[in-house]
């Protein structure tokens, strides 16, 4: 994946380059992102989790992105932060913080955190050993 660097961005995202899935993933942001508003970082570049805030093992955690006033959001939260901004809009942030919406987007976003595995573009250092 390209290093995408866009001074005026919206949002800045954090994946895993290792992981199948989030390199899919973020190719597929890339594509609707067509006036550039995400950066996007990879967590092996060097210093990328501090610069995040974050060490390693929280970067693996979860996807993490930071908006263009510096604040954080981690998994469903990043997701719908650095969705929006490609789309040139804070709708999905909006819909993200109704209540009952965030616990939903959030189970949703740990079942296919679990799944990676199985999901399109599986692969990488992410990929778990299934069960024997």
Known sequence: M??????DAVAELLYDRDCGFCVKSANFLAR????????MTALQEKGAPERFGLTLDQALEQVWATDSH?????????????FGAALGTRIPLYIYKIPGIRWVQDAVYRWVAAN???LPGKGGTCAVELPQ
């Open 32 to 39: 609707i992102d067509r006036r550039g508003r995400v950066n």
């Open 116 to 118: 990676r595995y199985r």
């Open 70 to 82: 510096g604040t954080r959001y981690g998994g469903a939260g990043a997701v719908n932060l650095v």
């Open 2 to 7: 390209p290093d995408v660097r866009n001074r």
